[in-house]
């Protein structure tokens, strides 16, 4: 006995259905990142997560024990001279795309961000930073 698509050929297809409905839209991502402004050394702290650092003088050190995994703070050199982004006590800074760690310069006018992705581990990405 044949089948339909033995008399129809395997190209055969039957119209298109109807559209389902549209799911709900989702709610909006952050439309800026929060500045913390400050003008000498800085240790980042918990409540920096999600939020700019903006650093005239002194540097900043990522602490041991303060993040955790996907947690992101991004650092803006706000001054004509180089500033160190020191790995601190306990942690492993990785330089984005290497095996390289740490502590970091952030030339003038650089921005980098600090994501956590492990305990007491951080990757550091950014312009102007070696």
Do not use: W
Request: net charge negative.
């Amino acid at each position: 006995m044949a089948n339909l698509s033995d008399i129809l050929g395997s190209s055969f297809q039957g119209a298109t259905g109807p559209q389902g409905a549209t799911g709900p839209q989702g709610s909006p991502g952050a439309s800026n990142i929060p500045q913390n402004a400050k003008t000498a050394a800085y240790t980042l702290q918990s409540s920096d997560v999600g939020k700019h650092i903006s650093i005239t003088t002194g540097g900043v050190t990522v602490p041991s024990g303060v993040f955790s995994v996907g947690d992101i703070v991004s650092i803006y050199n706000d001054s004509m001279s180089d500033q160190t982004i020191t790995q601190g006590t306990s942690v492993t800074m990785y330089l984005a795309g290497t095996s390289t760690t740490g502590n970091r310069t952030l030339a003038t006018y650089g921005l980098c961000s600090v994501l956590c992705v492990a305990s007491n581990e951080f990757v550091i990405i950014g312009g102007g930073l070696t």
